[in-house]
């Protein structure tokens, strides 16, 4: 198996700078996810790891080699695409076997690889069909079969849920992360999803407009998002955003205001920053305050969805809709005041202008 190295990836279409000055390092066996809204470049990244794409500037390694020069068929990856991009003349065991076949495969081998994966993926009994008797489960199935007849150093995975409806999608997410172990395989995942990025990966490089944002294990990048865009992207429902300018009192000490609440800031931090963009994710409201510190909101709860064991509550905090993620068994009702609370060490603190995060100390 093969770890995957990006060096300065560069991919320009035209004028357009679709990737720009991507390093990444997957290591052996890891399963890698590159996550990101659309438009953002994953796919030209997928592609040109394929050798489908042509690199503009910078260097992508798998394994040992440098891969730039080296041809698709010569790269022992195998991808599986978004369409599926199944024969439809053929039956599902042609399918997998076709590209076996193409490289010369003895026939008695095909045969046992085909049948192996099968029985991995548990579609024997559709062998025989072709893709148009099949579900869009079972396609996808075929697809990620074709994938692992050829036994590659890399999987490469483009959005390979995204046509099938959530309860599948949920169930082939713990599917393919099983078949990972299993395959002892070094897999790249690419989807705009970021519960199937938290879910499925070991490392998470999250995109955006051809730069990357971040990388890291899925919960390292929940709890310390380094920029307002990977707080914003990744959670749901979505981490809430307070712009607070940071102010200073007559006694010269730094504060902000949050309504019915000063927070203060150390001396000397956030040097020549105005605005804070202030996050708090819904889960961390509390319902009784865990510190003395802790602020204190009036919420007026305008919508109360049930979840089950959970509720999402919804309120305007500073002209903003607000939600909070509580348990059940709070009463919360609309239009009834409910005193919240905030725990300072919840607060995310990001620098409005450039987006960066802010390592703000409070009082
Ligand atoms: N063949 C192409 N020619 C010109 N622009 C392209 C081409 N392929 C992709 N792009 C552009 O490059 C950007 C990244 O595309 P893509 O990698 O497909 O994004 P993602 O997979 O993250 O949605 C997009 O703005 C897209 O319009
Ligand atoms: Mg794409």
Known sequence: MARVVLRDFNKFYGDFHAVRDLNIEIPDREF????????CGKTTTLRAIAGLESVSSGEIWIGDRMVNRVYPKDRNIAMVFQSYALYPHMTVYENMAFGLKLRKTPPGEIRERVNEAASILGIEELLGRKPRQLSGGQRQRVAVGRAIVRKPEVFLFDEPLSNLDAQ???AMRAEISKLHKRLGATVIYVTHDQVEAMTMATTMFVMKDGLLQQAGHPLQIYRKPERAFV???IGSPAINFFP?????DAGGRRF???PGN????EQGAAEG???VLTGLRPEDFETAASDERSLRVEAI???????GDESYVHFTCMGRNTIAKLRSSVPAEVGKPLTLCINHSRLHFFDASTGARLELATL
Do not use: C, N
Not at 32 to 39: E, N, Q, R, Y
């Open 273 to 275: 920053v105005e605005t």
């Open 244 to 248: 607070l300018p940071l102010e200073k």
């Open 32 to 39: 890698a996810v590159l996550v990101g809204p659309s438009g």
């Open 231 to 233: 707080a914003g992207f």
């Open 256 to 258: 902000l205001q949050f």
């Open 301 to 307: 709860p305008e919508v109360v969805e049930f979840l």
């Open 168 to 170: 599948l999608r949920v």
């Open 262 to 265: 000063r927070i203060d800031v």
